[in-house]
């Protein structure tokens, strides 16, 4: 039979039906387990299970990408809109615009030398000039080294330089790439049976044992001796050729307790992304276990509706980049993360 003018029959009605899907993700425990390594206080042992491999993320897909970007960039405006503006620590800010380029306020002045110059003053002067003057970093560390080595005689010198270099690396997160540079090429070097290398990481280790305390009294110290610990892991090796191995337990530790965080929750899971960009890779090499559990963290933490816009994109990025086995994201992906911290922190 012939259908009216107007009568739309059951077609037009098949062609209004929509389709929705849910997904799922499993909330899993995110202590950490204990590898025996007590170079350092180790973590907790895990109470619960791992993710098993086909719950991860799966890998970018070919020409999904782009499509996929534009597609978030124009959702994105609408939702921002719904979530209040977020305050970061300085620190915090300086370290986003080094990863997104962008000019940061005029470096401060470095203090000239009082006339009569000591051995300390000439090395501090040094430390100072590679923060103000990055274009020739490897130039100064030769520099500091020579200077170094010409003006220790004795283990109280070695340990001041190593407290002046670490306390420079801890106070100004933006140098703690450097200092680990400057710290690696300096492991070996011994005054009176002592090394530098011993010195350093007994330094790291009594920072590790009162980061709690840190956590509650100077923030910005408890975030830059994270920043510190994972960049000299991510940077220093042995006389092998190695990793300190006695560092991937304290630092998954820190990076659990970042997560865990509640006083500065942007700024340490910013700290926290930033490791993981960096040293991810390293770390799931060396106990791949720890790298499951704290990434379900993450996950549980990304799908919080409670949790900031800026802190889900953060995760999101990580776990999009360990599902691309740690290796860089395309082009129009880490624009469209980029183009969204500018967004969330404006």
Same mark, same amino acid.
């Given at each position: 039979?012939?259908?009216?003018?107007?009568?739309?029959?059951?077609?037009?009605?098949?062609?209004?039906?929509?389709?929705?899907?849910?997904?799922?993700?499993?909330?899993?425990?995110?202590?950490?387990?204990?590898?025996?390594?007590?170079?350092?206080?180790?973590?907790?042992?895990?109470?619960?299970?791992?993710?098993?491999?086909?719950?991860?993320?799966?890998?970018?897909?070919?020409?999904?990408?782009? #499509?996929? #970007?534009?597609?978030?960039?124009?959702?994105?405006?609408?939702?921002?809109?719904?979530?209040?503006?977020?305050?970061?620590?300085?620190?915090?800010?300086?370290?986003?615009?080094?990863? =997104?380029?962008?000019?940061?306020?005029?470096?401060?002045?470095?203090?000239?030398?009082?006339?009569?110059?000591?051995?300390?003053?000439?090395?501090?002067?040094?430390?100072?000039?590679?923060?103000?003057?990055?274009?020739?970093?490897?130039?100064?560390?030769?520099?500091?080294?020579?200077?170094?080595?010409?003006?220790?005689?004795?283990?109280?010198? =070695?340990?001041?330089?190593?407290?002046?270099?670490?306390?420079?690396?801890?106070?100004?997160?933006?140098?703690?790439?450097?200092?680990?540079?400057?710290?690696?090429?300096?492991?070996?070097?011994?005054?009176?049976?002592?090394?530098?290398?011993?010195?350093?990481?007994?330094?790291?280790?009594?920072?590790?044992?009162?980061?709690?305390?840190?956590?509650?009294?100077?923030?910005?110290?408890?975030?830059?001796?994270?920043?510190?610990?994972?960049?000299?892991?991510?940077?220093?090796?042995?006389?092998?050729?190695?990793?300190?191995?006695?560092?991937?337990?304290?630092?998954?530790?820190?990076?659990?307790?970042?997560?865990?965080?509640?006083?500065?929750?942007?700024?340490?899971?910013?700290?926290?992304?930033?490791?993981?960009?960096?040293?991810?890779?390293? &770390?799931?090499?060396? &106990?791949?276990?720890?790298?499951?559990?704290?990434?379900?963290?993450?996950?549980?933490?990304?799908?919080?509706?409670?949790?900031?816009?800026?802190?889900?994109?953060?995760?999101?990025?990580?776990?999009?980049?360990?599902?691309?086995?740690?290796?860089?994201?395309?082009?129009?992906?880490?624009?469209?993360?980029?183009?969204?911290?500018?967004?969330?922190?404006?």
């Amino acid at each position: 039979m012939k259908h009216p003018p107007g009568d739309k029959g059951e077609a037009g009605t098949q062609r209004s039906a929509k389709e929705t899907v849910t997904a799922d993700s499993p909330k899993l425990e995110d202590a950490l387990g204990d590898t025996g390594h007590s170079g350092l206080e180790p973590p907790h042992s895990p109470d619960g299970l791992a993710p098993a491999a086909s719950e991860r993320l799966p890998l970018q897909q070919p020409g999904a990408p782009e #499509a996929e #970007a534009k597609r978030k960039d124009s959702v994105t405006p609408e939702r921002i809109g719904e979530r209040p503006k977020v305050t970061l620590l300085p620190s915090s800010k300086d370290r986003l615009r080094r990863r =997104l380029k962008e000019k940061g306020p005029d470096e401060v002045a470095v203090e000239p030398p009082a006339p009569q110059q000591n051995k300390m003053d000439k090395l501090i002067e040094i430390l100072n000039s590679m923060r103000n003057n990055s274009s020739d970093v490897d130039a100064k560390l030769s520099t500091f080294m020579e200077e170094a080595q010409n003006s220790t005689n004795s283990e109280e010198m =070695l340990g001041e330089i190593v407290r002046t270099i670490y306390h420079k690396a801890v106070s100004d997160r933006s140098f703690a790439f450097t200092a680990a540079k400057l710290c690696d090429k300096m492991a070996l070097f011994m005054v009176e049976g002592t090394k530098f290398r011993s010195l350093l990481l007994n330094m790291l280790q009594k920072d590790f044992t009162v980061r709690e305390a840190l956590q509650q009294q100077d923030v910005e110290r408890w975030l830059g001796f994270i920043t510190f610990l994972c960049e000299v892991f991510g940077t220093m090796r042995s006389s092998t050729g190695e990793p300190f191995r006695v560092l991937v337990c304290p630092i998954y530790t820190c990076l659990r307790e970042l997560l865990q965080s509640q006083d500065v929750k942007e700024d340490a899971v910013l700290c926290c992304s930033m490791e993981l960009q960096s040293t991810g890779r390293l &770390l799931e090499d060396q &106990l791949p276990e720890m790298m499951t559990e704290l990434l379900a963290s993450a996950r549980d933490k990304m799908l919080c509706p409670s949790e900031s816009m800026l802190t889900r994109s953060l995760l999101l990025e990580v776990i999009e980049l360990h599902a691309n086995s740690w290796n860089p994201l395309t082009p129009p992906i880490t624009q469209y993360y980029n183009r969204t911290i500018q967004k969330l922190t404006a």
